[in-house]
C-alpha cells in the first residue's frame, strides 16, 4: 500500500513542514552541541545528508530483498543501524582521503552519526510508511537537507545570542531550546506552502 | 589469545551476534502468535466499531465477529455483512493517503446505503498527538448515525474541536492543528461512499 | 556492597548529574512522545529497563570486547534489548505500541543508552553498572513525566486521558504540536539551573 505522496512534495515537505529535527526531534543531541561552532555545523549537516541519502535508500534495498523474504522482520532495527555503522564507516574514510580539515574539524562527530536517531529514525519511517525506492531516496534526502539547515541557522543564531546579555541559569542549553521553540513554530508557519493533494 | 587480534574480533562479533540473535528469535517466536491475532482481532474490533455493535471484551469481539459476519469481494471493494436479528450493516473496508502514509479503517452502512453509521481505524501513521487524533473517540462519534446526502462531507468552518454531532449535517469538526489530515481522510471516506453507493447501494445522487 | 556509593549514583543520576537537563541526552524522544502522559510512561520504563539491562551485559563481557568492534558491540547489546522490549509490546499493550510506534525502536539511537555504557558501563562492575541504568532511567522519567503532564493538560485538558480541565477550558494546541516541548523543556533546565549552578559550582 504505497502513499500516494509524489516523490518532489515528499522532499519539500521533508525539508520544511514536517522537518526532521523541529517537527520530529529526531537527531536533538549533535544538533544542539555541534551548532555552537558554524563550520562543524555545515560539515555534519554534509555528513548527515550524504549519510541518510545513501542509508535510506541501501535500507530499503536491504528490507525489501533481505528481511522481508526470509521473515526476518523482527531483526529490522539491528539490520538497520549496522547497515547504517557500515555507510559512516565508508564515509569516513573517504571524507579522510579527500578533505584532511573537514575530517579534523568534525572529530568524534562522524562516528556518532551512528547513533544519530534522524538517520535511524528516517529508515524506520521509510519502512513504517511503505515508500517506495524512489520515494525513499527523496525522504532521505530532504530530511538529510532539513536537517542541515536547521542546524546552520541555529549555529547562526547562536553566534549572536551568545554575546547577548542573559541570565546565567539561562545560558547554553536553556536559551539554545527555546531558540529552538521559536525556530520550530517559524517553520510550522510553511505547512500552508504546499497543498498534498 | 590476544583480544586485539584480528581473528578474536572476527570470532567474537560472530558468536555474539550469533547468541543474541538466537535468542531474540526465540522471543520472537514466543510472541509472535499473540501478536498476529492481536493484529487480526484489532482488525475484527474496528469493523464491530463502526458498524457500531457492542462487545463486552475480545473474546466477545471474536466469538461475535466469526458467528455473524460475513466477507466477500466485490469490485475490489472488501465488504463485511452483518445480518442480526433486525438489521443489517454493510462495512467497507477504506484505505487512502493521509499525510504521511497510509489510512486504512472500516466505513459502515445500513442496508441501503442511506445512512452512514459509523468510523473506525485500522492503521494510520499521521503525527501523534496530532494526525492521530482522528482515532480518538470525539472524534469517530461524529461520523455515527449520519444521514447519506448528495453533499460530499466537509470540514466545518466554525473550529470547536469538540465535535459535531448532527446526523443531518454534511459538516465534520477537524482535529485542532491537523487540518491537512483531517481533510484528506474526509477525501478518503467520502470517495468510499460514494464507491459503497455505486457498487452496493440505491444511487438516487448521481455524483 | 557498598550502599553510599549506590545512594551517591542515584543522586547523581537525579539531579546533579540528570541525563536530560544536564548532560542534554535522550532529548529526541523526549520532546516526541511528552503530549501524553501514559506514552511518555511506557517510553521512559522501556528506556529505564534498556539501559538498565543493556549496561549490566556490558560490564559483564567488557573485558571480552575488542576495542576496534567496541562501539558495534555496544548498539548491538542496546537493540537487543529493545527489540525484546518493543516485542512484548506488541503482544501485550498493542495500543500503546501502535501509538508509540517507530519512537520504542528509537530508543536504540537514544543517547542516554549509549552515553551510559561509555561513560559507566566500561569502566565499573555489572550490579553497579545495573543500578546506573536504573537510577539514569529514573532520573529521565522524572522529567519527562513532568514535561507531559504539563502538555497533556494545557493541551488537551486530560491527565491519563481522563479529562480534568472544566469544559470551558480551551486547549492550547501549541502545547500539543512541537515547540512547546522545546520552551518547556528550556524553562525546565533555566530552573533547574538556578539552584544546581549555586550548589554546585566549580565542580564540573
Not at chain 2, 514466543?30 to 455493535?53: D, F, H, P, V, W
Request: proline share 3%; hydrophobic share 50%; aromatic share 12%.
Amino acid at each position: 500500500m504505497r502513499p500516494d505522496v509524489t516523490p518532489l512534495i515528499l522532499f519539500i515537505a521533508s525539508i520544511f513542514t514536517s522537518n526532521i529535527l523541529l517537527s520530529n526531534f529526531l537527531g536533538m543531541c549533535s544538533f544542539i552541541s555541534v551548532s555552537k561552532d558554524f563550520k562543524s555545523s555545515n560539515g555534519l549537516g554534509l555528513a548527515v545528508t550524504l549519510t541518510l541519502t545513501i542509508t535510506t535508500a541501501l535500507n530499503w534495498l536491504v528490507y525489501k530483498y533481505v528481511i522481508l523474504p526470509l521473515k526476518l522482520e523482527y531483526l529490522t532495527y539491528i539490520v538497520f543501524i549496522i547497515v547504517i555503522a557500515a555507510v559512516v564507516q565508508v564515509l569516513e574514510m573517504l571524507i579522510e582521503r579527500i578533505s584532511s580539515s573537514l575530517y579534523m574539524a568534525l572529530g568524534i562527530f562522524l562516528p556518532l552519526i551512528t547513533v544519530n536517531c534522524a538517520i535511524f529514525g528516517v529508515a524506520l519511517f521509510m519502512q513504517l510508511r511503505n515508500y517506495d525506492f524512489i520515494q525513499s531516496v527523496f525522504f532521505g534526502a530532504g530530511s538529510g537537507l532539513g536537517w542541515w539547515l536547521a542546524i546552520v541557522t541555529l549555529a547562526a543564531i547562536r553566534k549572536k545570542v551568545d554575546v547577548a546579555p542573559i541570565p546565567s541559569a539561562l545560558k547554553g542549553p536553556g536559551i539554545t531550546l527555546i531558540t529552538i521553540g521559536f525556530m520550530a513554530m517559524a517553520f510550522i508557519g510553511f505547512s500552508g506552502m504546499i497543498s498534498v493533494q | 589469545m590476544n583480544r586485539n587480534s584480528k581473528i578474536y574480533t572476527v570470532l567474537f562479533t560472530f558468536i555474539i551476534s550469533f547468541v543474541f540473535i538466537l535468542i531474540l528469535s526465540f522471543f520472537n517466536g514466543m510472541t509472535i502468535q499473540r501478536t498476529e491475532k492481536n493484529k487480526t482481532l484489532s482488525t475484527m474490533k474496528a469493523i464491530l466499531n463502526s458498524m457500531g455493535i457492542e462487545y463486552a471484551d475480545d473474546d466477545q469481539a471474536y466469538a461475535l465477529f466469526s458467528k455473524s459476519i460475513k466477507h466477500e469481494k466485490k469490485d475490489s471493494l472488501d465488504i463485511y455483512t452483518f445480518s442480526g436479528l433486525s438489521d443489517t450493516a454493510i462495512a467497507v473496508i477504506f484505505n487512502g493517503s493521509g499525510l504521511w502514509g497510509s489510512i486504512t479503517g472500516s466505513v459502515a452502512f445500513d442496508k441501503d446505503i442511506s445512512m452512514l453509521l459509523g468510523v473506525d481505524f485500522i492503521s494510520q501513521n499521521e503525527t501523534p498527538g496530532l494526525g492521530g487524533r482522528i482515532e480518538e473517540k470525539w472524534f469517530k462519534d461524529q461520523f455515527k448515525n449520519r444521514v447519506v446526502s448528495e453533499k460530499p462531507l466537509e470540514l466545518s468552518k466554525n473550529k470547536t474541536g469538540k465535535g459535531i454531532y448532527d446526523s443531518l449535517s454534511n459538516e465534520i469538526d477537524a482535529v485542532t492543528g491537523a487540518s491537512l489530515t483531517s481533510t484528506y481522510l474526509l477525501n478518503i471516506i467520502n470517495s468510499y461512499i460514494y464507491k459503497a453507493k455505486k457498487v452496493l447501494g440505491v444511487s438516487r445522487y448521481e455524483h | 556492597m557498598n550502599t553510599k556509593k549506590y545512594g551517591k549514583i542515584l543522586s547523581e543520576n537525579l539531579f546533579s548529574n540528570n541525563p536530560v537537563f544536564v548532560q542534554i541526552l535522550g532529548i529526541c524522544s523526549t520532546l516526541a512522545v511528552t503530549n501524553n502522559f501514559i506514552n511518555t510512561l511506557v517510553m521512559a520504563s522501556g528506556v529505564t529497563l534498556s539501559t538498565a539491562f543493556s549496561n549490566f551485559t556490558i560490564s559483564a563481557i567488557k573485558d571480552l570486547i575488542p576495542r576496534k568492534v567496541r562501539m558495534i558491540v555496544q548498539v548491538l547489546i542496546i537493540s537487543f534489548y529493545v527489540i525484546i522490549f518493543d516485542l512484548f509490546l506488541k503482544a501485550f499493550v498493542p495500543q500503546v505500541s501502535k501509538v508509540l510506534g517507530p519512537y520504542v525502536g528509537l530508543i536504540i539511537t537514544n543517547c542516554i543508552l549509549m552515553g551510559r555504557a561509555e561513560a559507566f558501563a566500561q569502566a565499573n562492575p555489572p550490579l553497579l553498572s545495573f543500578w546506573d541504568g536504573i537510577s539514569s532511567g529514573l532520573g529521565y522519567m522524572y522529567v519527562l513525566c513532568t514535561i507531559a503532564f504539563v502538555r497533556e493538560l494545557l493541551g488537551f485538558g486530560t491527565i491519563l486521558n481522563i479529562r480534568v480541565m472544566p469544559d470551558s477550558f480551551l486547549p492550547w494546541t501549541i502545547m500539543v504540536m512541537a515547540p512547546s516541548a522545546f520552551f518547556i523543556l528550556g524553562i525546565f533546565i533555566w530552573i533547574v539551573k538556578g539552584p544546581l549552578l549555586q550548589k554546585g559550582g566549580n565542580r564540573k
